[in-house]
């Protein structure tokens, strides 16, 4: 490849202004062109195009959101969109793209892939269900701004002796949910990858606060139940009421981490050295610390294994 562009799509997550940087700076510095897409397919099939230089992505390694912007695009669930995508990238001479998002925008790539286009995929979601990566871009930033959050809420729950029901995001996938919930000390912790009986949270809770417990937090991935709804049946159940807090888009704002900084660096990089090889349709992670690069194909048709050790351990030490 000569010529590459990069695009974020899907939601947006902290850290694809990091990894647009690292593509755009990687693929200069290999003597490659770069262009950049705005607002992923919409701006692929709009020809919203520009070139980029060293300093298009300056002072932005540390801002959240997306610069290139995210959008989702009908269109280009259509085989005619995706041709017409395909075509406004080649007519600039552009043979290879990095798409940034989640697997909705995976099956984009792989699209443009079969059309002759070489893609690699980075995995930028909050939400961290995206398999063999271990950790999705963002998704730390994620836990530590619900960690922050649930520490704050603490001080306030220890003084009035009084419990929380915290509702983070995660509809098919708990992981948010669960590194917040072993790091901040959940009680119980709700997620979709595990029945549990909210009865027995509720026993659970009355019989902790009788053994001397001052506070206690549980905490629900958005595809477990609204925070409402857990609140209201544990009530229901054992006549404590606790308070609510909804933590919503605040957990995809903000400043990255350093890990999230990181990881799309070093996955930024790794996106254009795989172009350079000639290799496309991979979806690109990082497995105990070795970068990865898997067909898209098989990333799109796996489900992310639950960590239920991690569970576990969380349930063991929440007593
Ligand atoms: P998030 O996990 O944050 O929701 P995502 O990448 O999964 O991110 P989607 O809205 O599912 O978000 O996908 C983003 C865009 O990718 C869609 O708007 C659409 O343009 C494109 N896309 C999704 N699925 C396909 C598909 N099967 N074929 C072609 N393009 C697709």
Redesign the pocket.
């Known amino acids: 490849v000569k010529s590459i562009a990069v695009l974020t799509?899907?939601?947006d997550s902290q850290g694809m202004n990091a990894a647009v940087r690292a593509v755009v700076r990687s693929a200069l510095y290999h003597g490659l062109e770069v262009f950049a897409v705005q607002r992923?397919?919409q701006g692929l099939i709009n020809d919203d195009i520009r070139p980029m230089d060293l300093r298009s992505v300056g002072d932005i390694i540390q801002r959240g959101g997306t610069i290139l912007q995210t959008?989702?695009?009908?269109e280009?669930?259509t085989p005619e969109g995706?041709q017409k995508g395909a075509d406004n990238l080649r007519k600039r001479g552009i043979d290879g793209l990095v798409v940034i998002?989640?697997?909705?925008?995976?099956?984009?790539a792989n699209?443009l892939s079969k059309l002759g286009i070489r893609t690699m995929g980075l995995p930028g979601?909050i939400?961290n269900?995206i398999p063999f990566t271990d950790f999705t871009i963002g998704f730390d930033t994620a836990v530590s701004i619900v960690v922050d959050a649930i520490n704050k809420l603490r001080d306030t729950m220890t003084s009035h002796e009084r419990s929380s029901v915290v509702e983070v995001m995660g509809r098919h996938c708990g992981d948010i949910a669960l590194y917040a919930g072993l790091a901040s000390g959940a009680e119980a912790i709700l997620v979709p990858e595990v029945e549990l009986d909210v009865h027995d949270v509720a026993d659970r809770m009355s019989d902790n606060f009788r053994h001397g417990k001052r506070h206690s937090i549980i905490l629900v991935a958005e595809g477990a139940g609204t925070g409402e709804d857990i609140a209201a049946q544990i009530t229901a159940r054992n006549g404590i009421e606790p308070r609510v807090t909804v933590l919503g888009h605040i957990q995809r704002g903000g400043a990255p981490t350093h890990n999230d900084r990181i990881l799309a660096s070093r996955l930024g990089d790794f996106a254009v050295r795989k172009l350079i090889e000639g290799d496309s349709g991979k979806a690109l992670g990082l497995v105990n610390n070795e970068l990865v690069a898997t067909d898209i194909n098989t990333v799109v048709n796996t489900k992310k294994p639950f960590n239920m050790n991690l569970y576990d351990l969380a349930m063991r030490l929440s007593q």
């Open positions: 799509s899907g939601g992923g397919y959008a989702r695009c009908k280009f669930l995706q998002g989640g697997d909705g925008s995976y099956q984009g699209k979601t939400d269900d």
